[in-house]
């Protein structure tokens, strides 16, 4: 679903509730002038639309028309102890395969 642009104030005042513009321009990191501005229906520089966005827990694509994007899957770590317990070549073909694993995960979910 597409949010609208001209909605985004309107999202704005209904997110912060009782909460006062100075308080919840201080929460998104903006100056008070600009969250009024925006509320009344100015569009905002794309670094406040950012802060916006992530405070209102929107993806910004949705404003956009664009899909929204996935949330970034976990990614693998190895840890090896200190030791020579493993051989490089062991540690090469592991890091080797984790890695063609997290890659078949991606290539999955793209489907």
Known sequence: M???IENLG???IE???TLG???AA???GISPATLSRVENGNVPDLATFAKI???LGEDPNRFLGMQP???PT???SVQFRKKDATHIDTATALGGMILKAQEALRDRENL
Do not use: D, F, P, Q
Request: aromatic content about 4%.
């Open 2 to 4: 597409t949010l609208s």
């Open 10 to 12: 309107k999202m704005i």
């Open 15 to 17: 997110h912060r509730g």
């Open 21 to 23: 513009v100075r308080a």
């Open 26 to 28: 201080k929460e998104i």
């Open 53 to 55: 966005c992530e405070w």
């Open 69 to 71: 994007t996935r949330k």
């Open 74 to 76: 976990e990614t693998a």
